[in-house]
């Protein structure tokens, strides 16, 4: 997409505010004959004028600028930020796993050595199981998913009066 966008000539001048307002508005040049590429980059340059517009809002954006997350994969994005900034915008290679790895560094430096219950890959574990029960302990007759490892009950969900919350 980013790199079709890319080749637009004339780009569309699509309202950065509301969503729906730019959808519309995209259909509606589509309807008349407007080029993809050119709704396309349209698009890249209102969602990058919103983010400026309210996430930025008020702060000073400057150089070294690292566009982090998978949609820094999208070069028109990465084009419109640097027009819009006047400055070259970075993509790491692993952009789309930074959240992932800083919020993992920063769980770790948290944790201060202590131990933790995540189980990670361990979910795909074939140990866990899930069971279908209905209670009677009242009139609501919940159906009850419970969520096992082994022969641990992990979770119950589905619970209507609030016993197994």
């Known amino acids: ?18 969503g729906i307002f730019m959808q519309s508005t995209a259909v509606s040049e589509l309807s008349k004959g407007r080029p993809v590429q050119d709704i396309l980059l349209g698009v890249s340059k209102a969602l990058v004028g919103n983010y400026l517009a309210t996430l930025a809002k008020g702060k000073k954006l400057l150089p070294p600028i690292v566009f982090q ?21 970075l993509v790491p290679a692993n952009c789309s796993y930074m959240g992932a790895i800083g919020i993992a560094l920063l769980t770790e430096e948290n944790m201060n050595g202590r131990h933790s ?18 209670c009677d302990g009242c009139e609501n007759n919940c159906e009850l998913l419970h969520l096992y490892y082994g022969d641990e009950v992990l979770a119950v969900s589905g619970s209507r009066c609030g016993k197994f919350n």
């Open 69 to 89: 997350g998978a949609t820094a994969l999208n070069k028109a994005l990465v084009k419109c930020f640097e027009d819009a900034l006047g400055y070259p915008v």
């Open 117 to 134: 219950n995540f189980r990670g890959d361990a979910i795909l574990d074939s140990s866990y199981r899930t069971e279908i029960t209905h």
């Open 1 to 18: 997409v980013g790199r079709l966008a890319l080749e637009s000539k004339n780009p569309a001048m699509l309202p950065a505010k509301c």
